[in-house]
Nanobody, 125 residues
Framework: QPQLEESGGGSVQAGGSLRLSCAAS????????MGWFRQAPGKEREGVAG???????SYADSVKGRFTISRDNAKNTLYLQMNSLKPEDTAMYYC???????????????????WGQGTQVTVSS
């Protein structure tokens, strides 16, 4: 059974940093299309960062220059480095994978088939 397990969330003051990790297991490989999403209470889920099978990355405008998506294929782990955090970054963060290659916008949740349980990020002002 494919699984994604996020970790690294927590509480931090504005301006601080966190690094989220997403460990993939089962037949999922981080060489596939993967992404990070977030959902705040009362808001829709939004794509934060994505990376396709070629290593091309995409970022939401709200996080460009502050967040970096990366992966370690040897460890089968996806990362999201978050710097200069703001209170509006507070949300549950989820990683997702298509389970294979993708050809669409990696910030669109419709291309993803497998999701983790999420890790909470809280940024205080």
């Amino acid at each position: 059974q494919p699984q994604l397990e996020e970790s690294g969330g927590g509480s931090v003051q504005a301006g601080g940093s966190l690094r989220l990790s997403c460990a993939a297991s089962g037949y999922i490989t981080t060489r596939s299309c993967m992404g990070w999403f977030r959902q705040a209470p009362g808001k829709e889920r939004e794509g934060v960062a994505g990376i396709n099978q070629h290593g091309s990355t995409s970022y939401a405008d709200s996080v460009k220059g502050r967040f970096t998506i990366s992966r370690d294929n040897a460890k089968n782990t996806l990362y999201l480095q978050m710097n200069s955090l703001k209170p509006e970054d507070t949300a549950m963060y989820y990683c997702a994978t298509s389970g294979g290659y993708c050809y669409g916008d990696t910030l669109h949740d419709t291309i993803y088939n497998y999701w983790g349980q999420g890790t909470q990020v809280t940024v205080s002002s």
